[in-house]
Antibody, heavy 117, light 107 residues
Framework: EVELVESGGGLAQPGGSLRLSCAAS????????MHWVRQAPGKGLEWISY????????KYADSVKGRFAISRDNAKSFLFLQMNSLRGDDTALYYC??????????WGQGILVTVSS | DIQMTQSPSTLSASVGDRVTITCRAS??????LAWYQQKPGKAPKVVIY???SLENGVPSRFSGSGSGTEFTLTINSLQPDDFATYYC?????????FGQGTKVEIK
């Protein structure tokens, strides 16, 4: 069974950093492209980052470019999101998601990041 | 970046109704469009991919159509389990953009 489990969220101060992890299981992780998507409280979905299967092609939304960094460890089946220079509008539930020809076909349960002093 | 405009933002309907949600892309995305259903407190779930293909396990009352810049999600004979928020998403370009969402609520 495919499973994605996020961790590493919590409270951070403005200007601070957090590193999110997504543990993948139940599928050949190294063969899939992966994404991070976030959802601010009461708001819609916002795509924020993509990484290809080998980690050689990476893309970001303008809202996080230069502050966030996506990476992966295929040997351990982990996806990461390093978040720096955090701002209040980064407060959101962060999801990792797997991409297939069916779109984002599996999602984690989400992890809450709150940026506040 | 490609922008996705979804309408309406809220839709009030009754069980048994046929509902249609529209999504418009700012430029052509061929059929690289997915529709997601999200219920409160849950992660989104794909219901339609490649504009018109029904995801495994999704009831056949859901259907999608369109290509280029205009797309629709139709739910025939709305069921209680279908009351949720629906998002379109394009995956044609170097960024993956969601529409603003349509909340389907009980009339």
């Amino acid at each position: 069974e495919v499973e994605l489990v996020e961790s590493g969220g919590g409270l951070a101060q403005p200007g601070g950093s957090l590193r999110l992890s997504c543990a993948a299981s139940g599928f050949p992780f190294s063969g899939y492209e992966m994404h991070w998507v976030r959802q601010a409280p009461g708001k819609g979905l916002e795509w924020i980052s993509y990484i290809n299967a080998r980690g050689t092609d990476i893309k970001y939304a303008d809202s996080v470019k230069g502050r966030f960094a996506i990476s992966r460890d295929n040997a351990k089946s982990f996806l990461f999101l390093q978040m720096n220079s955090l701002r209040g509008d980064d407060t959101a539930l962060y999801y990792c998601a797997r991409e297939s020809f069916h779109g984002l076909d599996y999602w984690g349960q989400g992890i809450l990041v709150t940026v506040s002093s | 970046d490609i922008q996705m405009t979804q309408s309406p933002s809220t839709l009030s309907a009754s069980v048994g109704d046929r509902v249609t949600i529209t999504c418009r892309a700012s430029q052509s995305i061929s059929t690289w469009l997915a529709w997601y259903q999200q219920k409160p407190g849950k992660a989104p779930k794909v219901v339609i991919y490649e504009a018109s293909s029904l995801e495994n396990g999704v009831p056949s009352r859901f259907s999608g159509s369109g290509s280029g810049t205009e797309f629709t999600l139709t739910i025939n004979s709305l069921q209680p389990d279908d009351f949720a928020t629906y998002y379109c998403q394009q995956y044609n370009s170097d960024s993956w953009t969601f529409g603003q969402g349509t909340k389907v609520e009980i009339k």
